[in-house]
């Protein structure tokens, strides 16, 4: 459901951009409209005012031709997406998700205990991928314990800012679930949160060392690899760095969260 909603406002984006670089064109030109005819199988073209008939364009002046019948055909795109968009709003007016849900929410419980509902929530959905256990990386003997609001162990206090972070906004996160990349092996990235919008995971790595070459090459390695897989910065992965002279920007990471999560 999410795919088709996603299509949808793909699809309704494109229209409205055909739309608007039609109007755009036709806002520049000519008055009226193009009248053709044939003459001893000869195109003859009219530029049509007040005067049905119109007046004879020459040859010479064959710009205004193309011009009123772009002008025309500009006209009939835009009738035609406008159509299409409007059908295409109805439709995104419509949570087909949310109907569903209210549908079964609004069952009684001794009824629910019956039905087996043919699409989970997404909060259910969520928490069943929460709620799924992963091995993550192992803690070295001898590692400073740095826990979290929620009791978790970290490695940095970076990360600590960020897993406290999502933790008060309530948003569900794995630290350090593993993900195998093609190429590279298997990494742990520091966060990975499922996608309301695609129900596909989305992955956070803050990159802590940038003034240091040996990491900051080995973070640009992981960062390609992450790509080459198919997952892409601003899409499915989420970076944020850090060195000695410019630590982590909480507004940088709030506005991050709202974009994204």
């Not at 995104?92 to 209210?102: C, G």
């Not at 929530?121 to 256990?133: A, F, H, I, P």
């Not at 826990?147 to 972070?165: C, N």
């Not at 596909?200 to 080995?218: K, L, P, T």
């Amino acid at each position: 459901m999410h795919n088709f909603k996603e299509s949808l406002i793909e699809e309704q984006q494109r229209l409205e951009e055909i739309i608007a670089r039609a109007k755009m064109e036709n806002a520049h030109m000519p008055e009226g409209y193009l009248r053709i005819s044939k003459h001893k199988n000869r195109c003859r073209y009219y530029h049509c005012l007040t005067d049905r008939n119109g007046t004879y364009i020459p040859k010479k002046n064959i710009i205004l031709s193309k011009q009123l019948a772009q002008k025309a055909y500009n006209k009939s795109i835009i009738d035609k997406a406008e159509e299409q968009l409007s059908q295409i709003n109805k439709i995104l007016k419509v949570d087909t998700d949310e109907e569903m849900k209210k549908l079964y929410d609004s069952l009684h419980p001794d009824r629910k205990k019956l039905i087996i509902p043919f699409e989970e929530n997404w909060e259910d959905k969520l928490q069943k991928w929460y709620e799924t256990s992963y091995q993550g990386k192992e803690f070295r003997e001898g590692t400073p314990v740095l826990l979290t609001e929620k009791g978790e162990q970290v490695r940095s206090k970076s990360e600590k800012i960020l897993a406290d972070y999502f933790y008060r906004k309530k948003i569900l996160y794995k630290y350090e679930k593993p993900l195998y990349l093609k190429g590279y092996g298997i990494v742990y990235p520091d966060f990975t949160f499922l996608s309301s919008k695609t129900e596909q995971e989305i992955y956070w790595e803050h990159e802590g060392m940038m003034d240091n070459q040996e990491y900051a090459r080995s973070a640009v390695r992981k960062i390609e690899s992450y790509q080459k897989n198919g997952i892409y910065p601003g899409e499915r992965l989420i970076l944020t760095f850090e060195t000695e002279q410019n630590v982590l920007n909480q507004n940088i990471v709030a506005g991050l969260v709202e974009k994204y999560l």
